[in-house]
Structure formats: structure tokens, C-alpha cells
């Protein structure tokens, strides 16, 4: 194996095309990520959190003139605002959106789930109905960009599994009188959501957990800052959380039938993100590989984000990887878990196929992760750091709890008392065993 490193070119090279181990454990020290040190974060955010618990409202307001330096008008973003914002939305942009939000509506109505009754004895069934959580609370990130998509990824599916009281909060902006962006207000009035906070960071999260200015909520969803995800690990457990978003990934497969220039231009839309966002291309082709560094040499220069992309990409968490043929990348892609895979290789379908651990799959030269951020349909808030491999991302599902309604006749109960009262003793539950008996001798005396 050959490392070359960042001082020798833009994006570091790993060469494995003589590697011998493939295991998992080797892989992943071979493509760390970046660091974020939610540990740390929770140094600063659990003591605002404890201020949010005492005080309420008063401190959300006054903890985000401290951090942010924005002073709130009033958390709840009035109805006149909302309006406003959507009159004045770009038609090109409202266009968009609307197209967006049918594409992802038609592929989460496909996620509902039915009752199912089984019945495992004559007398006794047991069913399996799923039932949305009450109240949701959906983060919406305001940091680096305007983030309408991850409204439409956060709302749609909640509202599909019939959730029916839910709240967005967004960071408040100097440039629109401490409100979040007219975008994502005129966003979310596309959608009907009316319950709309001026919030960002951990501070957001704590409000939503105590009912801070708001009413509390079951479960907090979208991504955010470390400390975002901070506040989420603090709190999980008085709320319910979709995960703990740590920084963009993208993963191409590619081989020598691959463009380098769509290559090159994948990694840097997700490289813009985040100075530790990963961008990570595994191929067959060392030509390939000439072909995209050469690329991305040429088209950072030339990008808006450029200082942030060049960091992105020199970073310990992107590389270019070199491996003797298909399977050994795959065994590189299933060990990674990248929260975005692309599939960019001829026969590209069933070389899919064998993809088992990524938060998404974008197969074929055109369906660029870029699509899938915006209308494929598909939704965008995917588990990262690896998370992939037993985790994913937002749907209908998680808003659902699955919850078993159990019915047994006399004549079943009985059937099986003598077998629960067995198991009982067994584990040294007798008490288990004597709500079985109990019935018997309830009817006896009756």
C-alpha cells in the first residue's frame, strides 16, 4: 500500500491495488473520518441546556443573543412574516420546490405501513398497528447555505405518517430582523406548516425538549452543527432523536468508463459543505484518478466555495483509492458506509447490487448526489460516520412506532399457562408464573 499526502497534491492517493487485507477494521483505519468531538461540545452545550431546563424561554432568547448575536423579536415567527415570505419567493424557486415536494411526496407515501393481525392459536392474535408520535420538532440548519431541501426531507414524511403537530426551528438572521431566511419561511408555508421558531444550535434542541416557549415534542429530526448533535445526545431519552449528524460523505465507485469530469464535479458538491466534509473516489482506473485530480485542480479555482472545497478535499477524511478490480472496491465501499454512494461504472445496476451498507445509492452517470439532495424523491438526511452499516435514513418510518395489541380467549390462555408458568420459574420470575395461576384460581373461587 502507497499513501501519497495532501503536500504532494490536492487530495491525498491510497494505493491498494497490492493490499492483501480487506477486513473491515483495516479499511476503516485506511479511510478515517474527520474528527468531531461531540464529547467536547457537550462541555458547552449541557450547562445552556441546564439553563434552558430553569428558565424556560427567557434563556433561549438570551443564550442566542450570546452565541449568535442576534437578538430575537419573538421566537415564534409571526403569521405576517410567513405570509410575506411566500408572496415574495422567486416563482422560478417556488416552481422548484413544488415540483421537489411532489417527487418526495410519491416516494414516502410509499413508505406507510399497514395493520397485520397474526393469529398464533385459535383465541389468540396478536396485531401490529403503526401509530405516528404525537408531536415532532424538525431542525432545520441555517448555517453555510439556505437549507429549503432539508425542510421538504424533514416535513413530508411526518406529515405522511400522519403526525398531527409539528413545529420547524431555524437559525435566526441578522439580514431579516432575526427571523430564519424568507426561503425557508415561504418553504415551509408551501407545506402548511404555520409553527415556525426563530432557533438555532443546542439552544433548539433544549427548547423543544423542556418546552422552552413552545410546547415539548416526542422527537427531534434534521441535521445540524456538533452542537446540534451534542444537544441530541444530551437529551436523548427525554425526547427521541433521528441521529447524530456528523459531516457530509460521498463515495464513487468509478471505473475506467466513468468521466472524470462529473467525477471531479460530484466530490466538490459535496465538499462544499463543510471544510471537514469527506469526498472519497475508489477506482479501478489509475487514469481515472489522473483524470479527476487533474479535474479538481482545475474546477476548485473556479468554484464559489473554493477555500472551503480545498480544505475539504486536502483533509485526512478524502482520498482518491486505487484498488486491482470491482470487488476489492466494493469491499472498501461496504466497509466505509458512505452516507452518499455513487455507482459509476459500466453495468453499474447490478454492480449496485452488491452494495450493502450507504445511506443512498446513486447509480449511473446521471444521478448525481445532487439530485437526490433536491427531487430524485428519494430524502437526503442519511446516517454519516459510518452509521450506514446499522442505521437509516429519515422516512415515514420514523415517525411510526409499531405497537402490538395482544388479545387471548380463556380457552388460549389456558392452552399455554402451564408453558408461561414453566418459563417463569425457570428465570426465578415467580411472580410471573402466579399472574398465570392467579386466573385459575380467580375462576375457581368465582
Request: glycine share 8%; charged share 20%; hydrophobic share 40%.
Amino acid at each position: 500500500m502507497q499513501v501519497s499526502t495532501p503536500a504532494d497534491r490536492l487530495i491525498r492517493r491510497i494505493d491498494l491495488t497490492g493490499n492483501q487485507d480487506f477486513s473491515r477494521a483495516n479499511l476503516r483505519n485506511l479511510l478515517p473520518r474527520a474528527e468531531m468531538d461531540i464529547e467536547a461540545a457537550l462541555v458547552t452545550v449541557k450547562p445552556l441546556l441546564e439553563r434552558i431546563k430553569k428558565e424556560g424561554e427567557k434563556a433561549v432568547i438570551a443564550i442566542t443573543a450570546e452565541i449568535d448575536g442576534v437578538e430575537i423579536p419573538q421566537l415564534r415567527v409571526p403569521a405576517k412574516v410567513i405570509q410575506k415570505a411566500l408572496d415574495e419567493l422567486d416563482p422560478k424557486i417556488k416552481a422548484a420546490l413544488l415540483e421537489a415536494i411532489k417527487r418526495i411526496e410519491k416516494v414516502h407515501r410509499d413508505q406507510t405501513r399497514s395493520e397485520k393481525q397474526t393469529d398464533v392459536v385459535p383465541g389468540g392474535y396478536v396485531v401490529e398497528r403503526w401509530i405516528p408520535v404525537d408531536r415532532v420538532g424538525l431542525y432545520v440548519p441555517g448555517g453555510k447555505g439556505v437549507y429549503t431541501s432539508s425542510v421538504m426531507m424533514n416535513v413530508i414524511p411526518a406529515k405522511i405518517a400522519g403526525v398531527k403537530s409539528f413545529a420547524v426551528t431555524s437559525p435566526p438572521q441578522k439580514d431579516f430582523g432575526g427571523y430564519p431566511h424568507p426561503t425557508i419561511l415561504a418553504t415551509c408555508a408551501l407545506l402548511g406548516v404555520d409553527e415556525i421558531y426563530s432557533v438555532g444550535g443546542a439552544q433548539a434542541i433544549g427548547m423543544f425538549a423542556y418546552g422552552a416557549g413552545c410546547e415539548t415534542v416526542d422527537i427531534v429530526t434534521g441535521p445540524g452543527n456538533i452542537y446540534v448533535a451534542a444537544a441530541k445526545r444530551a437529551l436523548r431519552g427525554v425526547i427521541g432523536i433521528d441521529s447524530e449528524a456528523g459531516p457530509t460523505e460521498i463515495m464513487v465507485l468509478a471505473d475506467e468508463s466513468a468521466e472524470a469530469e462529473n467525477v471531479a464535479a460530484d466530490l466538490i458538491s459535496q465538499a462544499e459543505h463543510d471544510t471537514i466534509a469527506a469526498a472519497v473516489l475508489v477506482t479501478t482506473s489509475e487514469k481515472l484518478a489522473n483524470d479527476v485530480e487533474t479535474a479538481l485542480e482545475s474546477r476548485v479555482n473556479k468554484t464559489k466555495h473554493s477555500a472551503r472545497i480545498s480544505t475539504a478535499l486536502s483533509g485526512i477524511q478524502s482520498a482518491i483509492v486505487i484498488v486491482k478490480n470491482l470487488e476489492d472496491g466494493l469491499a472498501v465501499v461496504n466497509a466505509y458506509g458512505a452516507e452518499h454512494l455513487e455507482i459509476q461504472t459500466n453495468d453499474a445496476v447490478n454492480v449496485a447490487k452488491s452494495v450493502r451498507n450507504a445511506g443512498a445509492v446513486f447509480i449511473g452517470p446521471y444521478t448525481p448526489v445532487s439530485l437526490g439532495d433536491y427531487s430524485a424523491g428519494s430524502n437526503h438526511v442519511l446516517p454519516t460516520g459510518g452509521c450506514a452499516c446499522h442505521s437509516s435514513g429519515l422516512s415515514v418510518q420514523t415517525f411510526l412506532r409499531g405497537i402490538h395489541f395482544v388479545e387471548y380467549n380463556e380457552k388460549a390462555f389456558t392452552e399455554i399457562a402451564e408453558n408461561v408458568i414453566t418459563l417463569a420459574n425457570s428465570e426465578d420470575l415467580p411472580a410471573h408464573g402466579e399472574a398465570m395461576s392467579a386466573r385459575f384460581l380467580a375462576k375457581g373461587n368465582s
